[in-house]
């Protein structure tokens, strides 16, 4: 059974930064391609980062040169370094597997306010 289980959200001010934790089971995350994507209130889910299971990392153009999506093989666990974060950037952030609609974790709130 897959399971994603996504943590590090939280409040933050402007300018500050957060990184987000998917921890994978059941699946290998070095040999899957991984996700975040985010959905802010009243606005449909958006792809926010990718990473292949060859290592190339995509971004929307909303973060990029902000946000870095990386893998760490070991624990078989994507990461989202989020910096520089805009209250825009407020959403509910989601761990996916496979780029499908197959696979999700539960989500992480993440608030940009002042």
């Known amino acids: 059974q897959v399971q994603l289980v996504e943590s590090g959200g939280g409040l933050v001010q402007p300018g500050g930064s957060l990184r987000l934790t998917c921890a994978a089971s059941g699946i290998i995350t070095r040999f899957t391609d991984m996700a975040w994507y985010r959905q802010a209130p009243g606005k449909q889910r958006e792809l926010a980062a990718t990473i292949t299971s060859g290592g190339t990392t995509n971004y929307a153009d909303s973060v990029k040169g902000r946000f870095t999506i990386s893998r760490d093989n070991a624990k078989n666990t994507v990461y989202l370094q989020m910096n520089s974060l805009k209250p825009e950037d407020t959403a509910v952030y989601y761990c996916?597997?496979?780029?499908?609609?197959?696979?999700w974790g539960q989500g992480t709130q993440v608030t940009v306010s002042s």
């Open positions: 996916n597997a496979g780029l499908t609609n197959r696979f």
